[in-house]
């Protein structure tokens, strides 16, 4: 596991659900103060804050697999608890409090909207610890984590670009954030490996999660006639427009395949189940250590989906080979020459982008047509 600092993330809900959505499997791991080890004799208590639901076949989907196989490595040494569906706002405040007080030791945030509360609530709760994923802030207790979804994204792009006719890719986008413009930029890089020129059209949806809204913007797309469809979304909304539309696709987060299997090429993928189960033994056994976490392709953190049935065999052998150079460090997707929309060289030849640069990354590249902005 590589220790460095890191990005972003977000999302959505509803209030109803804030302290309604909850969920326990008698499973359990460790903790205390920020080195003395559990043993207390009782399982110890872990819970995850969810943006969303764990029906959401995407984000929180991922997390919540992740919880799941730490219930299933520890077994009675743990109890895991969430909360779905929890609005970013000053609300997450209560939940944590709600979740402290009935005995977790650890707890994880999967938005970086929940950064403000998870900061205050570190602070008034040092023997428990916290940590959050996208997040930037880390303090004695409170620990960041992320990965480089861009290179597995980058790797999507590829197939995408493969699947191509007409050269025209629709994305249906988030944020106007760093986390998503990178992504963005390495999907396009990706298409035009394998589709040179290629160019990839945006559409801002403003949510992370709304079946409605990206199904509107996927339309959209398409009928601005995009013939692939990819997404940064947390459903599985774009591929049922593709479908309906008999278009091909990349989805993101988890494996969606079911959704539109004869559409579907491949997907970003998070594995959050190892990181959160190191974390958890570190916590119960006295080693955890607070700091910022960014995983990648060589750790196993990111990944992708299983290949569609449409994804010929030498794309799929293409996308290998650049996914070992990527783990290798040979290959970088943001490496130089690298021009934006406006033609400017951003990245010169021999140059690559560092960390910091992709994690305030403002500008999109050469092929992207849309604004890096919601205005």
Known sequence: MKIRRFGLGGGLAVIAAL??????????????????????????KVAWVYIGAPTDAGWTAA??????????????????????????????????ENLVRAGNKMIFGTSFGYQPAM????????????EEATGSTVTKNLAEYYGAGEDAIYLSGIAAGAASKNGVLGYVSPFAIPEVIRDVSAFTLGAQLTHPGAKVKIVWTNT???????????????SA???????????????????????KWTGYDSDQSRFAPKQWLTAAVYNWGPYYLHRVEAAMNGSWKTGSYWGGLADGFTDIAPFGKSVPLSVQKLVAAKKAA??????????????????????????????NDILGMNWFVKGVIGKPSAA
Do not use: M
């Not at 302290?19 to 110890?44: E, R, Y």
């Not at 006639?225 to 008999?246: C, E, M, R």
């Open 63 to 96: 997390h919540d697999a992740g919880r799941k196989y730490v219930a299933a490595q520890l077994g009675s040494k743990v109890v895991t608890t969430y909360k779905e569906n929890v609005p970013e706002g000053p609300q997450v405040k209560q939940v944590i």
């Open 208 to 222: 992370w999660f709304d079946p409605a809204t990206e199904s509107k913007a996927a339309q959209s797309l398409a």
């Open 326 to 355: 990527l783990v290798s460090g040979k290959f970088y997707e943001f490496q130089g020459p690298l021009y934006d929309q406006t033609g400017k060289l951003r990245v010169p030849a021999g140059k690559r982008l560092t960390l």
């Open 119 to 130: 900061v205050a609530e570190a602070a008034l709760h040092p023997d428990v610890k916290f």
């Open 19 to 44: 302290l309604a959505g909850c969920g326990t499997t008698s499973n359990s791991s460790n903790s205390g103060g920020s080195s003395s080890s559990w043993s207390s004799g009782q399982p110890f």
């Open 225 to 247: 006639g995009a013939d692939v469809l990819g997404q940064g979304q947390d459903s599985p909304a774009t591929g049922q427009v593709a479908k309906t539309n008999n278009l």
